[in-house]
Each structure stands twice: as structure tokens, then as C-alpha cells.
């Protein structure tokens, strides 16, 4: 039990750590983004305006994502693991990939390499959404189990 106390630990911390990433990208997003327009001519094709809205929207559901994977964390921490809030949570998390996908994906209109990252965390939304669903099954097994005599 040790071993699963220290991974969910290091999970919180990385949880932690990426959240405080999230907000010093975004408190430097203008920074950022002039040295990307100094780097690429693509970019600055765009302008500076659609990359700050892009990563200002994107913000927003790469934050409620990190929130609900610690509480998540939290949960699972405390032996709560095939309970209801999990699978709601889990759902909550695929729709943030499936919301900040989109974002990419429509970002690609101006910038073309939004459209992987796009992809992938679509993909990735895919994903949290089968771990979902095998562990709805999961709770519907242990509340039947639970009312077996």
C-alpha cells in the first residue's frame, strides 16, 4: 500500500506542478507568443491575437482538467475508487479533452500545427472516456454485489 500511497502522491505534486505551468504559460502567454511571431514566419502571418485567444480559451478547460484529475486523486487516495463521482469526473475530464481539442483543431484554421495537438487530445478524450465506461461497469458490478446477499 505504500507503493500506491507514493504514486498518488507524485501524481498530486505532477498535478500540482503542470497547474502552475498552465498559469505561468498563461501569465507569460504575450511574452510567448511575440517570440513565436519573431520565430516563425507562419506565425506571424497569423498575428498576435488569434495565439493570446487561443491559449487564453485554451486555458479554461486545461485548468478545469488538472482540477478534477486532483480531486480524482484525492478519491482514489482515500480508497474511494469505483464510486459514481470517479465516473462523473472522469466524463468531466473527457469533455475538457474533447473541449481544448476543438480549440486546437479550429485554431489550425490560422496556424496548421494546432491541428496534432488537436488530434491528440482528442484522442486522448477518447481514451479517459473508455477508462470511463470500464469503470461505470466497474461501479454497477460493486452496487449489485453490494446488494447480494
Same mark, same amino acid.
Given at each position: 500500500?505504500?507503493?500506491?500511497?507514493k504514486?498518488?502522491?507524485?501524481?498530486?505534486?505532477?498535478?500540482?506542478?503542470?497547474?502552475?505551468?498552465?498559469?505561468?504559460?498563461?501569465?507569460?502567454?504575450?511574452?510567448? $507568443?511575440?517570440? @513565436?511571431?519573431?520565430? =516563425?514566419?507562419?506565425a506571424?502571418?497569423? !498575428?498576435?491575437?488569434?495565439? *493570446?485567444?487561443? &491559449? %487564453?480559451?485554451?486555458?479554461?478547460?486545461?485548468?478545469?482538467?488538472?482540477?478534477?484529475?486532483?480531486?480524482?486523486?484525492?478519491?482514489?487516495?482515500?480508497?474511494?475508487?469505483?464510486?459514481?463521482?470517479? $465516473?462523473?469526473? @472522469?466524463?468531466f475530464? =473527457?469533455?475538457?479533452?474533447?473541449?481544448? !481539442?476543438?480549440?486546437?483543431? *479550429?485554431?489550425? &484554421? %490560422?496556424?496548421?500545427?494546432?491541428?496534432?495537438?488537436?488530434?491528440?487530445?482528442?484522442?486522448?478524450?477518447?481514451?479517459?472516456?473508455?477508462?470511463?465506461?470500464?469503470?461505470?461497469?466497474?461501479?454497477?458490478?460493486?452496487?449489485?454485489?453490494?446488494?447480494?446477499?
Amino acid at each position: 500500500m505504500l507503493n500506491d500511497d507514493k504514486s498518488i502522491l507524485v501524481s498530486k505534486i505532477s498535478v500540482i506542478l503542470f497547474m502552475a505551468l498552465l498559469l505561468g504559460c498563461a501569465a507569460m502567454a504575450p511574452a510567448l $507568443v511575440s517570440r @513565436l511571431l519573431g520565430l =516563425s514566419a507562419l506565425a506571424k502571418a497569423a !498575428g498576435q491575437g488569434p495565439f *493570446l485567444a487561443t &491559449l %487564453y480559451i485554451g486555458t479554461i478547460p486545461a485548468a478545469a482538467l488538472l482540477i478534477s484529475l486532483f480531486l480524482l486523486l484525492q478519491r482514489i487516495g482515500r480508497g474511494n475508487v469505483f464510486v459514481r463521482e470517479n $465516473v462523473k469526473c @472522469l466524463c468531466f475530464i =473527457s469533455w475538457c479533452f474533447f473541449v481544448g !481539442g476543438l480549440v486546437c483543431l *479550429l485554431s489550425s &484554421l %490560422y496556424y496548421a500545427p494546432w491541428l496534432p495537438i488537436g488530434i491528440m487530445a482528442v484522442f486522448m478524450g477518447i481514451v479517459v472516456r473508455v477508462i470511463k465506461n470500464v469503470i461505470a461497469k466497474a461501479v454497477a458490478l460493486q452496487d449489485d454485489a453490494d446488494f447480494t446477499i
